[in-house]
C-alpha cells in the first residue's frame, strides 16, 4: 500500500444518510448536518497519535498536522513521516476514502484579441434563451447562492460596482494563512469573465444572484489542487450556517477538471472516487447544483468532475446552436453520456479586467468555461421563478426544458439550457 505523508480523506457515506435525514426539508437537513460538523471523534484520534489540528485562518506552529473541513467531511492530513500518516490512515479507513492531493486546471479557454473599453450594445442572449423573458417577468436570480471556484474576480469592475462580492482567496499553499477575505482581484481575467456572464449587471443572466467566489486557481499556470478546492467548497458550504441562507438555493459553477492520462493510473482511480464522492456530498447533504464544464479538448474526449453522474456536465454552442468543435462530449467511465446540456459559449462578450486608468475592459472569450455560467445563471433564474426547485429537481427542471438540437446526445446532451 502506498503511504503518503499527505492526503485528503472524505467520508463515503453522505451525512444526511448517516443522520436519517434522506427525506429532510432541505433548510431542516442543512441545519442539522452543519450543527453536527462541529463535533469530531476522528479529530481526538488523530491529536492523540501526535498530530496537531490546525485551525485557519491564522495557525502556529509545525508545518505538519490535519484541518478538519466538517461541512464536507473531510480531513485533510500532512503527517510528519510516514509511520505517522500509516497511523492516521487507519484511524480514518474504513469510514473515509483516502487520495493524494492532485493538480487541476481550466480548460484552455479561446481569448479573441478584440478588447472593448465600452459595454456590449447589443443583446447577447438570443430570444430563445429565455434571458428576457425572465426579465420582464421580474426574475433576475435574486435569493439565490451562486459559488464560483476560478481564478477569481475584479469586484471593482463596472459590472461589479456598488454590490458586494464575498470573496476568499485560497493560496497556493493553504499552509499557516489560510484563506484570505480580501476585495475580489484577478491578474487573469478568466473569473472576471465567467462572473460578468453569471452576474454582470448589463452583460450576466442573472445580475441579482448573491456571488460567492473562491480564487482557486493560479494566474500564471490556471492550474489548481484538490486541497484549494475542498477548502473553497467547505467555506461555500459554511453558509447555511446563517439562518436567512438555509432555505435558499445553492448552485456552483466550476469551471475546471482534469483527464484520465494526467494522472497514474492507480491514482486516477482514488481520485475519481474520491472527486465524485465530494461531487455527492454537495448533492445529498446539502441540495446543491453543480454545473461543471466538460472540458475543451474535442469529440470523444470528457473531464471530471464534469463527466460524473451527480454533476451537470456542460458543452458548448455558438449563438446559432451549432456545436463548439473544441467542446468535448461522449461516453464517461461509468457509461453515463456527457454533456448534460450545452450553453452559449462561442465569443461570448463578458467583462475581463480593467486598464492602468481603471477603464473597465470587456472581450470575447469561447470555451465550456463560458457555457457553464451561462447554464449556472439560467438555473438561478428558474429556481427564483420556481420557490422551493432546487438541488436533484432544479437539475431534472434543466433538462427537461432544455430547447432540442439537431446534434448527437454525445454533443449536445438534452440541448440547450434556458428559462421558461
Known amino acids: ?85 500509516q497511523l492516521a490512515r487507519a484511524l480514518l479507513e474504513p469510514d473515509y476514502h483516502i487520495m493524494p492531493d492532485i493538480s487541476l486546471s481550466l480548460p484552455a479557454s479561446a481569448l479573441a484579441p478584440r478588447r472593448f473599453l465600452r459595454r456590449p450594445a447589443r443583446v447577447q442572449w438570443p430570444e430563445e434563451s429565455g434571458v428576457a423573458l425572465a426579465r420582464r417577468e421580474g426574475i433576475t436570480g435574486k435569493g439565490v447562492l451562486l459559488g464560483v471556484l476560478d481564478t477569481g474576480i475584479d469586484a471593482d469592475h463596472i459590472e461589479f460596482a456598488r454590490r458586494r462580492v464575498d470573496f476568499r482567496y485560497v493560496p497556493l499553499d493553504p499552509g499557516p494563512d489560510g484563506m484570505r477575505a480580501v476585495r475580489g482581484f484577478d491578474v487573469h481575467g478568466h473569473g472576471t469573465h465567467v462572473c460578468g456572464i453569471l452576474a454582470g449587471r448589463t452583460v450576466g443572466v442573472a445580475p441579482d444572484i448573491e456571488l460567492l467566489v473562491a480564487a482557486v486557481i493560479e494566474s500564471e499556470t490556471v492550474r489548481t489542487s484538490l486541497e484549494r478546492i475542498v477548502i473553497a467548497l467547505d467555506w461555500m458550504m459554511e453558509q447555511f450556517r446563517l439562518e436567512e441562507n438555509q432555505a435558499k438555493p445553492m448552485i456552483v459553477s466550476m469551471s475546471l477538471g482534469f483527464r484520465e492520462d494526467w494522472i497514474s493510473a492507480p491514482a486516477y482511480q482514488t481520485v475519481t472516487e474520491g472527486m465524485q464522492l465530494l461531487i455527492a456530498t454537495l448533492v445529498h447533504d446539502f441540495d446543491v447544483l453543480p454545473v461543471v464544464a466538460i472540458g475543451n479538448d474535442g469529440p470523444g474526449q470528457v473531464r471530471a468532475p464534469g463527466y460524473f453522474a451527480e454533476a451537470l456536465g456542460v458543452g458548448a454552442v455558438d449563438f446559432a446552436r451549432n456545436v463548439w468543435e473544441l467542446s468535448g462530449g461522449g461516453e464517461a467511465p461509468d457509461g453515463t453520456i456527457k454533456p448534460d446540456v450545452v450553453g452559449y459559449g462561442v465569443d461570448v462578450v463578458s467583462s475581463l479586467e480593467r486598464d492602468v486608468l481603471r477603464r473597465s475592459v470587456y472581450a470575447p472569450m469561447s470555451g465550456t468555461s463560458m457555457a457553464t455560467p451561462y447554464v449556472a445563471g439560467v438555473a438561478a433564474l428558474l429556481a427564483q421563478a420556481n420557490p422551493g426547485l432546487q438541488g436533484a429537481a432544479l437539475r431534472e427542471r434543466l433538462l427537461r426544458t432544455a430547447l432540442p438540437i439537431d446534434a448527437p446526445a454525445e454533443r449536445a446532451g438534452a440541448g440547450l439550457a434556458r428559462f421558461t
Open 1 to 85: 500500500m502506498l503511504i503518503l505523508n499527505k492526503f485528503i480523506a472524505i467520508r463515503r457515506t453522505p451525512r444526511a444518510a448517516a443522520l436519517g435525514l434522506g427525506g429532510a426539508a432541505t433548510a431542516a437537513k442543512r441545519q442539522e448536518i452543519v450543527r453536527d460538523a462541529e463535533h469530531s471523534r476522528r479529530a481526538l484520534e488523530l491529536r492523540a497519535i501526535g498530530l496537531p489540528q490546525v485551525f485557519p485562518p491564522h495557525r502556529d506552529g509545525p508545518a505538519w498536522g490535519f484541518e478538519r473541513l466538517g461541512n464536507l467531511g473531510v480531513y485533510v492530513v500532512s503527517a510528519a513521516d510516514a509511520a505517522q500518516a
